[in-house]
């Protein structure tokens, strides 16, 4: 059931990390078929690369030039990239910053780090129960499915229904945590949502709003890259679905 907002943000805008070290180390697995990303940090401390840093302040410029209300609230996922994004697009501006695992990336379990062809090749009873269970529902040893991730962001979403009335809250994120949201808010259907990943990668540090309207918040902007556009700082995405072991097919 799509929920309903007769109380809570008037305002929330999800905004993903800008490009990161692990993008760049999963290009280059997949553009040389490799199995595994040239990457040894663990994903939590995956840091922004250059441009990553550039597009993070290309967020900040767009605020103090009024290209979007300034945030009541701000919550980010502690992960390094998405931390370190929200605290650039923020310098300045007076806006208090608090994390929240709830809003990490999706756990990959033993297959973070991998490609797809080396998921394939080193765990083919894996890529056959994916196939079997389908990619919203399918947990990665030690990992977490699409599912788990709704749950934490239905938890979120929960506590932000109290206290936070009236409040523009900005969330920073990651790619699949932002679909799930849109699952969530919008009630998208399993298969509508994946054909959706499938075909759109969000770009980094572009910004998805959504505004309360009545009982609901309704989507007005997706994966928006004004931002970064107005810096003209290099608008970036993963060429297919993202890395670090989610892609096996």
């Known amino acids: 059931m799509r929920p309903r907002w007769s109380s809570g943000p008037s305002e929330l805008v999800l905004v993903r990390h800008g490009e990161s070290v692990g993008n760049h180390a999963d290009l280059q697995a997949r553009e040389s078929g490799a199995e595994y990303l040239d990457l040894d940090a663990r994903d939590a401390d995956v840091e922004l690369s250059d441009t990553g840093h550039a597009q993070a302040r290309a967020v900040n410029a767009w605020l103090r030039e009024g290209g979007a209300e300034l945030p009541d609230v701000v919550i980010a996922s502690p992960y390094r990239r998405a931390a370190e994004t929200a605290r650039l697009a923020l310098d300045g501006l007076g806006t208090d910053l608090v994390l929240d695992e709830r809003l990490r990336e999706r756990d990959l379990g033993i297959f973070d780090g991998m490609t797809g062809v080396g998921i394939r090749a080193r765990h ?18 030690s990992g977490e499915s699409w599912a788990d991730v709704v749950l934490r962001i239905r938890s979120l979403l929960t506590d932000l229904r109290e206290g936070y009335d009236g409040a523009r809250v900005w969330l920073f994120s990651h790619q699949a945590v932002i679909m799930s949201f849109r699952y969530v808010l919008e009630e998208v259907a399993e298969q509508d949502l994946l054909e959706l990943d499938r075909k759109i990668q969000i770009p980094n540090a572009s910004v998805t709003t959504y505004r309360r309207s009545g009982d609901h918040l309704e989507l007005v902007d997706f994966a928006d890259t004004t931002a970064v556009d107005k810096a003209e700082a290099a ?10 072991g989610d892609e096996q097919a």
């Open 124 to 141: 083919p009873e894996e890529a056959e129960r994916r196939e079997k269970l389908g990619k919203f529902y399918y947990q990665p040893p």
């Open 235 to 244: 608008v970036t995405r993963e060429p297919s679905q993202g890395g670090r």
